[in-house]
């Protein structure tokens, strides 16, 4: 399983460009005004995981499939968009459908790059995004409220519930605050979710920096960074132009380049990695020899929703599943010696899966 990701921003501030490097296509064409993107692109992306390769050359599995990932190039949003500016209204229903927000945000200087602005301030640019997604929010909410009275005078429960995490998101809204401001219990979040809210969605931004400032960063990702930090929200600091020229080299180009931009690696490995901190996701292994695979589940699944994640009839016949630790599977050489050590564990319907778990399941047909 893996996530979608919507990426957005105002014009002209690299979002396509990003994407194309991202996906390794020129499928979202970059050029210098707004609203070059229409409809948005998507595209999926293998997720890197050196430890998969690792597995992979212990069980000389055939073959190597790495979990996805999925971006969704939406087009610039302006200020007014929450009233249709722009085309607004068309990419914010895009924006509901994704699983997280990654806010493109210029934090570069360009004379030959226009800034619909004109001036570069993304702490400023963070904000006119955010004014626009809550301003839609409040819209959705006012229409949802008024769709629900007769439902509630008639003592629909589920209507009535509704209606208290509607007032509650309409309460933080009002008061200048996104609806992922909200505290919501275990037992509402499902109900949460299916609000489709643009302003519960969890956020990353992404501060797009010149080329000389890939590797430390500069005074406007450090301005990110702080609003950032005071959001409970993530950043992370890329140069789509690197992104983009890395995109095209082969493997051991790519290496030869990043180090010569003080790189360790690409961006694409560390806005994924802070994707999973900030949507709380981990990955199992399956490992045989025909093949080695990554999963992706939300923090807190058990055993049996893990092997759901395969396949329904590994959930709904769950017996158990048999677990080696990632570094227990390395340590002895693989299944059989892991074995043989003891360090291979039947786990039953109540274990809390672990990032960097081999997993077989057992279960009935």
């Not at 064409?29 to 948005?40: S, Y």
């Not at 998101?169 to 609000?195: F, N």
């Not at 564990?345 to 809390?352: H, I, L």
Request: aromatic share 6%; net charge negative.
């Amino acid at each position: 399983m893996g996530f979608k990701t919507g990426i957005v921003g105002l014009p002209n501030v690299g979002k396509s460009t990003l994407f194309n490097a991202l996906t390794k296509t020129a499928a979202a064409q970059a050029a210098n005004f707004p609203f070059c993107t229409i409809e948005p692109n998507v595209g999926e992306v293998s997720v890197p995981d050196a430890r998969l390769d690792k597995l992979a050359e212990i069980a000389g599995s055939a073959k190597i499939i790495p979990t996805r990932m999925t971006f969704v190039d939406i087009a610039g949003l302006v200020k007014g968009a929450s009233q249709g500016e722009g085309l607004g209204n068309q990419f914010l229903a895009n924006i509901r459908e994704c699983d997280a927000i990654a806010h493109v945000l210029r934090c570069f200087e360009d004379d030959d790059i226009t800034h619909v602005s004109g001036t570069i301030d993304p702490v400023e640019d963070a904000e006119v995004i955010e004014t626009e997604l809550m301003l839609a929010d409040l819209e959705s909410i006012e229409k949802r409220l008024s769709g629900l009275v007769r439902k509630i005078r008639g003592g629909d429960r589920d209507a009535k519930e509704q209606e208290d995490l509607l007032l509650r998101a309409k309460q933080a809204l009002e008061a200048g605050k996104p609806a992922r401001s909200v505290q919501i219990s275990e037992d509402e979040e499902k109900p949460w979710r299916m609000l489709q809210l643009l302003t519960a969605k969890k956020i990353l931004y992404v501060c797009n920096v010149d080329e000389e400032s890939a590797a430390t960063g500069n005074k406007f990702s450090d301005a990110v960074s702080k609003m950032a930090a005071e959001q409970g929200a993530g950043s992370v600091v890329i140069s789509a132009a690197i992104e983009e020229e890395i995109s095209q080299l082969d493997p051991e180009e790519a290496e030869m380049f990043l180090a010569e931009m003080g790189l360790e690696e690409p961006g694409l490995d560390r806005l994924i990695r802070a994707g999973y901190e900030l949507l709380e996701l981990k990955t199992y292994f399956t490992v045989g020899p025909k093949e080695a695979r990554a999963w992706t589940i939300p923090n807190g699944t058990l055993a049996p929703a893990a092997a759901g994640v395969i396949h329904g009839d590994f959930e709904r016949g769950f017996i158990r599943g048999e677990t080696i630790a990632y570094d227990d599977f390395i340590a002895c050489g693989g299944e059989q010696g892991a074995k043989e050590k003891g360090k291979m564990r039947a786990e039953g319907k109540t274990y809390e899966v672990q990032d960097g778990d081999v997993l077989h399941f057992l279960f009935n047909t």
